[in-house]
């Protein structure tokens, strides 16, 4: 695994959160494609280069994994400017959606072209040869059903081209992205690892290594709740709903639309809406401030009821569950209408991460403890190997 740069991934339907390295990189890009031409207009072409790569990231994507192959898309912040940008549908499979893997690749090729950090990459003109190892999950229903092992199949054994179009600093350059391993977890079990170990897969939470727990992960297209007993997930009682935030936020998005007559370009909209810190659940109307609490309260509560649900359901046919972690990004949308119902309701014992950002990025913290710890490993065997071979050798 020569110059093989560790990428931990977790491509989520709300974006990509990715680590690298010795955690000496990070990318956070919004899950939003759209298809484009070679030659997209740009105002200011002679300042492109000044501007931001991340807000302006346009490619060809080049890899026998895709089923549309040899496609040029905006990706991220500059796909949601466009009419025709697509997000992640609710009852798609992660693991069989073409935007999965653009939006993989992407945020590798954005690391491998980084000049900021020296990764050991071979660079012809303007081609890096990118060889990564990469930790990355799925849904823990479509692990269920065995869809890692064809997920893993199609990025092993292949090399996945990214050519830079008119992306300010990369214009012009192609990554080529080799993988040297892959490793896909359960997300569910990625969340535990998180909440008990640190990097070094020391334990953290002594009080939480030996209790029955269950994690409620809230994404976008889906929910999972990961039943963890005796330090593993309990793969006959872990369950799988295909209920995530994303037809709740189409809702806010469309009623805002009809009774505001405002347009928000994505669901990334809404999230900023109901969860940034100053005007929260506010909008601007031809100039004036506007409340639009009415319509996320409503909206929210009710899907807030439907996760409530499954967390009942669940928790009954495990009754000695001792506690629950709601985590994801929908957990932070919902987190105060699950309280309250939890108060008024049943008050089971749960918890949730006041810091946002660290529930957010708990999978892709996951995903670089696990893959850390596979090549650490790794790394031991081929060492004992070697001194095995020198001994012999020797004698």
């Not at 089923?67 to 609710?90: C, F, H, M, Q, W």
């Not at 007559?261 to 659940?281: A, P």
């Not at 014992?349 to 995903?367: H, L, Q, R």
Request: net charge negative; glycine share 6%.
């Amino acid at each position: 695994m020569m110059n093989s740069r560790i990428a931990a991934v977790d491509v989520g339907n709300d974006a990509v959160k990715a680590l690298f390295g010795k955690l000496d990189s990070e990318l956070y890009i919004p899950n939003v494609i759209a298809r484009d031409l070679e030659d997209r207009p740009v105002i200011g072409i002679e300042e492109l280069d000044e501007k931001d790569p991340l807000e302006n990231i346009h490619i060809r994507v080049h890899s026998p994994a895709l089923l549309e192959n040899n496609v040029i898309y905006r990706v991220g912040s500059l796909a949601t400017k466009s009419s025709n940008s697509t997000e992640l549908d609710p009852g798609s499979h992660k693991s069989e959606e073409d935007q999965t893997l653009v939006m993989l690749f992407a945020s590798l090729a954005l690391d491998a072209v980084n000049e900021k950090v020296d990764k050991g990459f071979k660079k012809t003109n303007n081609v890096i040869d990118a060889n990564y190892t990469l930790g990355t999950g799925l849904p823990l229903r479509e692990v269920k059903e065995g869809k890692d092992v064809g997920y893993r199949a199609q990025l092993l054994g292949s090399v996945h081209q990214v050519e830079f179009l008119v992306t300010p600093k990369y214009q012009g350059i192609k990554v080529n992205i080799k993988f040297d391993e892959v490793k896909i977890y359960p997300e569910g079990f990625a969340a535990y690892i998180n909440l008990v170990m640190d990097n070094d897969l020391n334990i953290i939470n002594k009080d939480l290594i030996d209790k029955r727990i269950l994690i409620q992960d809230i994404g976008g297209l889906s929910t999972d709740i990961a039943v963890i007993r005796n330090r593993n997930v309990d793969d006959d009682k872990a369950q799988g709903f295909n209920l995530g935030v994303s037809e709740s936020l189409e809702a806010i998005r469309e009623e805002i639309r009809t009774k505001h007559g405002i347009e928000l370009d994505s669901r990334r909209d809404v999230v900023e809406i109901i969860t940034r810190k100053n005007d929260r659940n506010h909008i601007m109307v031809r100039g004036s401030r506007t409340s639009v609490h009415d319509i996320t309260d409503r909206i929210l509560l009710e899907l807030a009821k439907k996760q409530y649900r499954f967390l009942r359901n669940v928790w009954q046919r495990n009754s000695q569950t001792e506690i629950c972690y709601f985590v994801g990004g929908g957990a932070s949308v919902l987190k105060d209408y699950l309280k309250t119902l939890n108060n008024n309701l049943d008050g089971y014992n749960i918890e949730f991460f006041e810091d946002e950002k660290e529930s957010i990025w708990m999978m892709s913290n996951a995903y670089y403890k696990l893959i850390s710890d596979f090549v650490k490993r790794n790394r031991k065997i081929e060492e004992k190997k070697d001194e095995k071979a020198k001994a012999t050798s020797s004698k």
